[in-house]
């Protein structure tokens, strides 16, 4: 063990074991029913250790805190920071919606401390148990929805079956580049992706294609509308930006420079253009909003994995940039999304009820999920726009020029479902006046503007953004 | 220096206004219309000031200014005034109080979001002009489409909802294929620079790229089609019908005003310029298709019942004059084109707006259910039938002006051609000077059933059919006052521009194929094999 690589690069670790620790004491002290703190401890302890992310990545931290098992580097740093600042609208909504106390807080924060060590992870051990540890707590978090909508447990269920198995795959995969080369540092599979051996091939697109599934890629995608669609609005935008970013970073991390052969190559083509164009179509015929944007995030992560078609550090900047865009103007549709006694109706997309005329009850969530449908669309100046362009850029600048064609005009196909979701909140009116849904409140605002600032910072400067990752 | 901090404020006013309209509650309509004709007077009078200064001796950019901004990509946030750009930039500001004056009583629900969106776009529109920077220009360029896309649909007729998806999936498709493009074009761009050499969306930049017919050939078709949809030129047209029809007065005066130039700036600024190979092995088709534009868009014209749809046909078929002058390459033709696309801003706002007026008094587009407004209604009469002679181009009018400089540009060139045995040009020239008369006869046909005979109109024997409002009367005395003015003295416009007219066909007129002798030309396989 490396003292100083364990105590100031595993800062952000140690922050968010401490807090689980504490969230757990809480929860056992309180008196049952009377609990109260846990979201501000939790919003404290992420963003404490989001911020020490942040700083170690921008000064360029590196070390070995375990030689061979973790280790400390800018890059995967700088993609805990994205991925634990994603967190933050999260907590700050889910108060209302979970309450303050309870098993929502340290399940979280379990999940996200799984995900940093992943990040961190330089054996397939360490990747393993970070994976496992970042997706068991949301198997819960999705069960978690069962109060309010009986579906949660169906959509559990889906989730975990479909989670086994990509873990089962991913195993299958790593004993056959054990096999291989025996080793278990992740820089076999890096070799194994340039390599012709058909057994370190075969290694390496199945462990992809765990990836692929966590990321419900297509056809892989199936779990996803029925997971978001049951859980609760926090947890459904816990899995769209913070798990999504987390399986992107981590699968970023094993391929990380190395060149793809062209098995690997047409994998990564034919797949992600699958996703776009599926995730986009079949967005369009979706009832309600949570679904929409397992759509969304399906298409969403077809142009992600493409980006790994991306040569050398354009890679890594694209996919962190995305994740970043994405992520945010994700949760800034669910942190901006009204509250409704009645949980199904408060996202329909059609009916009397959820978006309908919503800026005509709630101009301000309106406008922010307005702002978060066009920035998915990719439509500029929002900060999808500058993502998508850098990540076909990417593509186009590897060679695949047609496919980047491909991938534009797929992603034309999506902006219908998004403007269907500004036609139903801005052009419709609604007569009667909605039974059930809560005004905006200080948590919806405060978590909108926590999405909104990055948004902004990503609008007005991308540039100085883009030259710090 | 200062002068350039000026030019900043013409783009950024807009945004500015948005910004303060936040501050004011949504209830406060009064004060919402005051800040939002204040803040676009204010940007017009200094439009008109950069204009007065614009200097005509200056080759290229004044009043520029340029940024870096990404800078890992070489996207400078570059704007500037040149000839191209400065009358429309001009058109632009003055249009904009006019818009906003225009919407004051038609404009009752959710008042703050809309007059939000005419700065928005406003904003877009300018920017767009402004921009010298390939990814800036992209930006501003589909900025338009969403304040757009809310202004049909939230404040449009019946069939909004269909009309303002048809408009944004319609020219969205097009910017798809532009985007792609435009990616294609940069890296092409920095891999003829050479290794090591630092990429640049500059237009400065991008004109000097060699480029291979093949390459150019694709490219052109990603841009040009863009650019063709915003026009329209036949048969991209079918959704400004739709469009127009549902949109608020407004919104028709913005979209005819303004964003429809923005498809020929994009050919004038980009399109042509940047793939002159292709262009030239394009001309006899986009000549076949402004002569379609025009012929055809006065023959709909024609047979319109809808008055606004009879205004959208004859759009149509004045855009096609400019597609034409644009690709005479006679200098003429090309300062005709640049002097049409303002005149046809100032003239089919004016008639949008007149027709907006006529509607909210009598609720209907129905041209059967009019006729003898000159004698009910005598001021609004007499700017109606101004604006309906500057629309055929009767001399005085900036029509005139436009139409008269394209087709002798276009005789011009077509009769150089015909001399040298090919004489397809000068049967064009010939058709769309054919355009004219049929421009007359539809336009006093459409004025002759509107104005004149039985004097009828919707809700006229109850009195609610009143003559022009103060507010009103300022609004095309004002339009009118331009019109004239282009007319009367085009030649302080058109020295403004002449610079520029003559870059431009320089620039078309000069083969960027890569000289023969070249080891490595830039061609699809090599460009996009190559490591950045």
Redesign the interface.
Known sequence: MNRDAFLVGMLPEHFLLAGVVLLIVLSIAAPAGRERGAAALSIAVVAAAAVCAAGLGLQGFAGQPFPGQLSVSPAASLGKAVALALALPVLVRAREEQGDGGPFYPLLLSSLYGLVLMLGSDSFLTLFLGLELMSLPVYTLVLLGTRRTPRAAEAALKYVVLGGAATATLLMGVSLLYGHGGTLAIGAFARALASADPMAVTGAVLVLLAFFVKGALVPFHTWAPDAYEGATVPVTGYMAAVIKAGVLLAALRLVGEAALSQPLVQLLVALPLLSIVWGNLAAMRQPNLRRLMAYSSIAHAGYLFLAFLGAGPGRFQAVLFYLLAYGVMTLLAFAALPAHADEPQRDRIEGPAGLTGLFHRQPFAAIMIGLAMLSLAGIPPLPGFVAKFLVFREVMAAGHTAVAVAGLVGSYLGIYFYLRVIQRMFMTATEVPVQGEAPARGAAVVASVVCLVPAIALVVAPGWVLARI | MDEALMLQLVLWLPLAGLFALLLVP?GAGDAIRRLSLWTMLVQAALCVWLYLRFDPAVAGLQFATRM??????G?FFSIGLDGTNLLLVLLTGFLGPIVVAGSFSAITK?VK?FYAMVFLIQFAMIGTFLAQDL?VF???W??M??PM??MI??WGGER??YA??KF??YT??GS??M??AV??L??AAQQAAGPGAAPSFAFEDLVKVPLTREAQTWLFAAFGLSFAIKVPIFPLHTWLPDAHVEAPTTGSVILAGVLLKMGTYGFIKLGFPLFPDATATFTPLIMLLAVASIVIGAGLALVQDDIKKFITYSSISHLGYVMLGLVSLNLIGIQGAIVQMVSHGLVAAGLFLVIGMIYERCHTRELAAYGGLAQALPAYSVAFMLLTLASIGLPTTSGFTGEFLVLLGAFNAAWARHLSGDSFALVAAVLAASGVILGALYMLRFAARFLFGPTRAPGLEQGHVHDLVPREKAILAALLAAIFWLGLFPDEPMRKTELAARQYQQLVATSRLPAATAAAPAT?ATV?????
């Open positions: 949504a870096p901004w990404i800078e890992d990509w996207v959710d979001l990814f992209y930006l501003f589909e900025t489409l969403i896309f809310l649909g939230i909004r909802i303002t998806l944004v999936l969205a498709f798809i294929l985007l792609a990616i294609w940069v890296l699809l996009a094999g190559a490591p950045r």
